[in-house]
């Protein structure tokens, strides 16, 4: 799937996931709370495309989510695709074909959906706020990146990271502590989550095995067979899946703080 179908699915399943644990087990989040794990879950289901990389020098090329904060991502992303590449090569098995790009390998599989979610936890927990101002930072760049597509490209880098920083400020002082921090984790985690979840749908498909071994086989790609897989970019991805992300995502969010604002008015008559 493309960027902003990614950053949709994320907002449309935290936001329905805090429906459910509202409604199913009686967890309510104000709507700040929502609002920021919306945000950093919407920017987190980016965060596995930071593995395409383009070319740094030239300012070309890479995902998306690649170009949120100029060619200092950009730089990243070349780290991140090497660093890939690099662990794909070390745990392959002898009928895993050779690779010149890392794309879609570690950074789409389980383990690393784990280790980000819980690494974003155990840093907040260790560095408190500065940690906790550097994951919104950088998860709400890829959020505005993702979601507002167009306005992104249009406004630039330098305005995406000055958005994002004040919008992170803004968040940050609001947040209340010991809540939010496994909170940001369990975001985080959720939304590389549904990033595997849309690639699993499409043709190329995802490594979500590893690091098990099947048949000589660590980084087998799974995916739906291709005669029902989404084409990445194509009508079904764009108006289907991206309609029903916003159904869902404006239904939860409706229910959730629906009630909150009407009681909201009635107190102000
Ligand atoms: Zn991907």
Request: hydrophobic share 50%; net charge positive; charged share 15%.
């Amino acid at each position: 799937m493309m960027g902003p179908s990614h950053a949709l699915s994320g907002a449309a399943v935290w936001l329905a996931g805090s429906w459910a644990l509202d409604t199913f087990a009686g967890y309510p989040q104000s709507p700040l709370t929502i609002a920021i794990g919306t945000a950093v879950c919407a920017g987190s289901a980016l965060l596995p495309d930071l593995d395409l990389s383009g070319r740094v020098t030239a300012n070309k090329g890479g995902a998306t989510v690649a170009h949120t904060f100029g060619v200092v991502s950009l730089f990243l992303a070349e780290v991140i695709e090497k660093f890939s590449l690099g662990v794909y090569e070390l745990t392959r098995g002898r009928k895993d074909p050779a690779r010149v790009n890392g794309h879609r390998t570690l950074t789409h599989t389980l383990p690393f959906t784990a280790l980000v979610g819980w690494g974003t936890t155990a840093l907040c927990t260790a560095f408190g706020k500065w940690a906790v101002l550097g994951i919104l930072f950088l998860t709400i760049g890829l959020a505005l990146r993702g979601l507002f597509e167009h306005w992104a490209k249009r406004a630039g880098w330098l305005v995406v990271t000055l958005v994002s920083a004040g919008t992170a400020l803004l968040a940050f002082r609001n947040l209340d502590g010991h809540r939010g921090y496994p909170m940001l984790g369990l975001a985080v985690g959720v939304g590389c989550l549904t990033h595997l979840l849309g690639d699993l749908i499409t043709r190329a498909g995802v490594p979500i095995l590893w690091p098990l071994s099947r048949k000589h086989r660590r980084w087998r790609m799974i995916g739906l067979p291709d005669s029902i897989a989404i084409r990445a970019g194509g009508t079904a991805e764009i108006v289907v899946l991206r309609g029903a992300f916003i159904a869902v995502a404006l239904m939860a969010a409706a229910a959730l703080v629906g009630p909150d604002l009407i009681r909201f008015f009635h107190a102000a008559d």
